[in-house]
């Protein structure tokens, strides 16, 4: 195995503790959920990532390619909903005055 697939398989591994170390504190909040599921989405890259790599046929890479793009599809607008609310202190109160372009 190569220190790519090594890499991968190691952010697997890291994105679940992180997941798990969110999920199971005690104060739950959509922020928390919402970073659990980029987290997952990561991780769900990463492992494809890595399957990809060590696969050995063109279509066990397709395969894993088309599951790691539709992980991707999550990852913008986790990260977006996480940035823009947790930027703020209380994003409770300041939702509703946001004012969108």
């Not at 504190?25 to 980029?38: D, E, H, P, T, Y």
């Amino acid at each position: 195995m190569s220190v790519a697939v090594l890499f991968a398989f190691a952010c697997v591994v890291l994105c679940l503790l992180t997941v798990v170390a969110v999920l199971l504190r005690n104060k739950r909040s959509i922020i928390r959920w919402v970073f659990a599921l980029g987290m997952f989405a990561l991780m769900i890259e990463s492992l494809c990532i890595g399957l990809s790599a060590i696969a050995e046929s063109p279509y066990e890479v397709f395969y894993w390619q088309r599951i790691r793009f539709t992980a991707m599809t999550f990852l913008p607008g986790a990260w977006l909903f996480f940035s823009l609310n947790y930027a703020r202190g209380n994003a409770q109160r300041k939702r509703g005055k946001r004012r969108y372009a």
